[in-house]
């Protein structure tokens, strides 16, 4: 789930990198975030405060997907 382009509104001013950041770049930037993560950017939006934003590269599969980490299958020796 993404941002909407009216959740950053016409005045507002970003930061990213302490370089003045378009609204599209946002946008695409929150195509990968959490529903926690979007709640907080909107939070932080209306309040007007300031943070800190961490990108980190997303692991990909050789198909170019997202990984979908360590899958434990259950077994004689797991528990549940």
Do not use: C
């Not at 959490?34 to 198909?63: D, R, V, Y």
């Amino acid at each position: 789930m993404a941002l909407k382009p009216q959740s950053i509104r016409k005045n507002v001013q970003i930061l990213l990198e302490n370089k003045l950041t378009e609204k599209q770049t946002i946008l695409e930037l929150s195509e990968n975030w959490t529903e926690q993560q979007e709640n907080f950017f909107k939070k932080m939006l209306k309040q007007g405060g300031e943070f800190k934003i961490i990108l980190q590269n997303q692991i990909l599969t050789s198909k170019g997907e997202k990984d979908a980490g360590i899958i434990t299958i259950p077994g004689l020796d797991s528990r549940f």
